[in-house]
Structures are given as C-alpha cells and as structure tokens.
C-alpha cells in the first residue's frame, strides 16, 4: 500500500517525508488556503520535497478552465498531478488531459458509477472519500472497496487513492482490503505510530538496563 499525506504543510511534509515512508501528496482548495502562502510556490515546494505525485487541484468548474489551469499546473513540476472534481466537464477535462499523458486524480467520487465512468475517462487516480460519506450513514470503506474491485476486474490503470480518512481504523480497512493508496491526514499518520505497550516496553528495557548497571 502506498501511503500519500494530505496536506498542503510543509513542515508536515518534510517531517514524514523524513521517515522515508512517504509516496505522494495529495492538496485540495481548502487545504492551500489553510497555509496562506502562494499556492503555484507552495506546490513547486512539496514536488521538490517528495519526489512523487503531489495532486494540485483546479480551481475552474467549466471544461475550457480546468483545461487552461490543468496547463499551467503541469509546468510547475513533473511531479504534478492535475486534480479534478468529478462532474460532467471534470469528466471531458480528464478524457482530454489523459489523451495528452497529463495524470489527473478524479476527486470526489462518492459512488461506484461515478468511479467507473472515471476510469473509463482515463482518470490516473480515483478518489472516494470515505470520511465523508460515513459522516452522512453511509458506510465509506465499502464505496473505497467497490472502487478497487472496479479497477481490479476491468484492469483499468487506474489506483484508487482512499481519501478523507479519520483514524488509523480506516488505514487497517484500507491495508486489509488491498486498496492501492492511503492518503492521510498529518495526525492519523503519527496516530498510527504510537502504541501504549511499546512506550512501556521503552521504559521497562531502559529500566531494566540502569537497575542492571548500577
């Protein structure tokens, strides 16, 4: 599985990045705007960190725009993958970007038919955003499952990028049911570093080692 952060932070960044677990980054809109710097220098700043795709995301919500913008972001870096929202220009955007070898992530998938007609559009990544849907009663590991059996029985080379994930519970869902990529908020990664009985294991073997060498 690999693992993507999702943020815009550089110091979150750089900080997983120097676990040498790190493969990608996804960005959205809103979490740009949470850093208030500029965004095409921000970008150019996580490629040169992580080496790997980093999804930018348009901003226009018609085809002419999402093409035009789509253009510009890919000359930031090669690692820019181009993020569109999926609706029916998103859809036309994709076809056209992917007929030109521009990777484009396909976000806000919330159901299996928007996540093959995605594929078929020749989207490089898919995202179905888990979080979200349980939010509304909905069971959002299952949509991220139905989405890798897609790909999977049809062989579109196409990952799925399991997004808006909460807590290190979903990571488990997403490792056990061999979803492509995770992509993780800052806190759920350093949640899933932290175990109780490995502090106390800590503790005990320093313990142990003072009271032996006294």
């Known amino acids: 599985m690999q693992i993507f952060l999702d943020t815009a932070n550089i110091e979150e960044i750089k900080e997983i990045s120097s676990l040498g677990i790190l493969d990608g980054v996804t960005t959205n809109p809103s979490l740009i705007a949470k850093e208030k710097k500029d965004f095409k220098s921000t970008i150019k700043a996580i490629c040169d960190i992580v080496k790997g795709p980093v999804s ?26 181009v993020k569109i929202p999926f609706t029916l220009d998103g859809l036309k955007a994709t076809r056209y970007l992917s007929d030109k070898d521009i990777p484009v992530n396909m976000t806000l998938i919330f159901s299996p038919n928007q996540a093959v007609l995605a594929c078929k559009a020749g989207a490089r990544y898919i995202s179905p955003f888990v979080g979200r849907l349980d939010d509304i009663g909905h069971d959002g590991m299952e949509l991220a499952i139905q989405c890798q059996d897609i790909v999977d029985t049809y062989g579109y080379e196409t990952e799925v990028i399991a997004a808006s994930v909460r807590h290190p519970e979903h990571v488990l869902k997403i490792m056990e049911n061999g979803i492509d990529i995770a992509t993780l908020p800052h806190k759920v990664v350093m949640q899933m570093l932290k175990h109780p009985l490995t502090d106390i294991g800590i503790e005990k073997f320093l313990s142990d080692w003072k009271n032996a060498n006294k």
Do not use: C, F, N, P
Not at 64 to 76: N, Q, R, S
């Open 56 to 81: 930018a995301e348009v901003i226009a919500t018609d085809y002419e725009g999402m093409i035009t913008e789509a253009e510009e972001l890919v000359k930031i870096s090669e690692y820019v993958v």
